[in-house]
Nanobody, 125 residues
Framework: QVRLVESGGGLAQAGGSLRLSCTAS????????VGWFRQAPGKEREFVAA????????YYSDFANGRFTISKDHAANTVYLQMNNLKPDDTATYLC??????????????????WGQGTLVTVTS
């Protein structure tokens, strides 16, 4: 089973940018769809964005659409989440997950195959 490691979180000011990475430390992401999720303290986990196995199809939540971009680098075995125009409400732990092949598989699955440990993003006003 694939093992995922997130990185790139940290402190940013409102209006700033961060790029998160989700790398497979074991196995390969080339045959998986990958999604980014986030969980803020005291709140439920919510979907952010997903990309299909080939990297040709993406899907975003309303709050991410237009500000965040998900991409996949097969050679690096990594999926990225570029976050621009950050807002304090984006403060959360961001986690990536691998499951199935399509963005629909990520969005509709009740249980995803593999999760990373998460990386903390803090946005100050």
């Amino acid at each position: 089973q694939v093992r995922l490691v997130e990185s790139g979180g940290g402190l940013a000011q409102a209006g700033g940018s961060l790029r998160l990475s989700c790398t497979a430390s074991r196995g390969t992401l080339s045959s998986y769809a990958v999604g980014w999720f986030r969980q803020a303290p005291g709140k439920e986990r919510e979907f952010v964005a997903a990309i299909n196995w080939g990297g040709s199809s993406t899907y975003y939540s309303d709050f991410a659409n237009g500000r965040f971009t998900i991409s996949k680098d097969h050679a690096a075995n990594t999926v990225y989440l570029q976050m621009n125009n950050l807002k304090p409400d984006d403060t959360a732990t961001y986690l990536c997950a691998a499951h199935g092949h399509s963005t629909t598989d990520i969005v509709q699955a009740r249980v995803l195959d593999a999760w990373g440990q998460g990386t903390l993003v803090t946005v100050t006003s």
